[in-house]
């Protein structure tokens, strides 16, 4: 079946500018994350909903950054004034519930470059 | 706070030889602890998990022990395949925590 999509693959934007960045989760999964990865790290949480809630925000970096959810399906991170230290794989997960017993399905990433 | 610290790689082996890539961790609770892999041009995917002390995570002949007197959760394989090239990531959630900390990635290698 079809896994977590993301949209677009790679995306470059001059310092300032706004971005969006789109995760298609897998049917019928409740919990989505949002992650990024610099590079030489690892994944980095950012944001976790449950349904069309944000449940945990705790890991957005500043208020430039923000993710919705409006239907408990696809989401969106937004990017607002974007810097050039935004740089990086911004990966999207999915899973059933949530959890430690549900585990994460990524998607491939989408490569945000800033210049 | 939360951290995992993995051995830093790339990592290259023959094929049919044995592999350890060692992880360690912090936390303040009792997490629970696994591997992730990304094969290439795929997204991370899970390989094993292990959610209690002495519990041992296996798949596809990988194999790892939560060791809570080591604070550790080596993965390790006996035969390692060409297939098997991917980064290996450590990382461990605290119990009803909504996020996974990872560590840096572990390049692996496998060649003929």
């Known amino acids: 079946g079809a896994g977590v999509s993301q949209t677009p693959s790679n995306k470059v934007t001059e310092k300032g500018k706004y971005v969006e960045l789109r995760c298609d989760p897998i049917?019928?999964?409740?919990?989505l994350y949002w992650y990024r990865q610099s590079l030489g790290q690892g994944p980095e949480f950012l944001i976790y909903f449950q349904g069309t809630g944000a449940a945990d925000d705790s890991g957005l970096p500043n208020d430039r950054f923000f993710a919705v959810r409006p239907e408990g399906s696809v989401s969106t991170l937004k990017i607002q004034r974007t810097e050039r230290g935004d740089s990086a794989v911004y990966l999207c997960?999915?899973?059933?519930?949530?959890?430690?017993?549900?585990?994460?399905?990524f998607g491939n990433g989408t490569r945000l470059t800033v210049t | 706070g939360n951290s995992v610290t993995q051995m830093e790689g790339p990592v290259t082996l023959s094929e049919e030889a044995f592999l350890t890539i060692n992880c360690t961790y912090t936390a303040t609770g009792y997490p629970s602890l696994f591997w992730y892999v990304q094969y290439p041009g795929e997204g991370l995917q899970l390989l094993l998990k292990?959610?209690?002390?002495?519990d041992k995570g296996s798949n596809k002949g990988f194999e790892a022990t939560y060791r809570k007197e080591t604070t550790s959760f080596h993965l390790e394989k006996g035969s390692v395949q060409v297939s098997d090239s991917a980064v290996y990531f450590c990382a461990l959630s605290e119990p009803g925590a909504n996020n996974l900390f990872f560590g840096t990635g572990t390049r692996l290698t496998v060649i003929p």
């Open positions: 997960a999915s899973s059933l519930m949530g959890g430690n017993n549900s585990p994460l399905h």
């Open positions: 292990a959610t209690k002390a002495d």
């Open positions: 049917s019928g999964h409740t919990a």
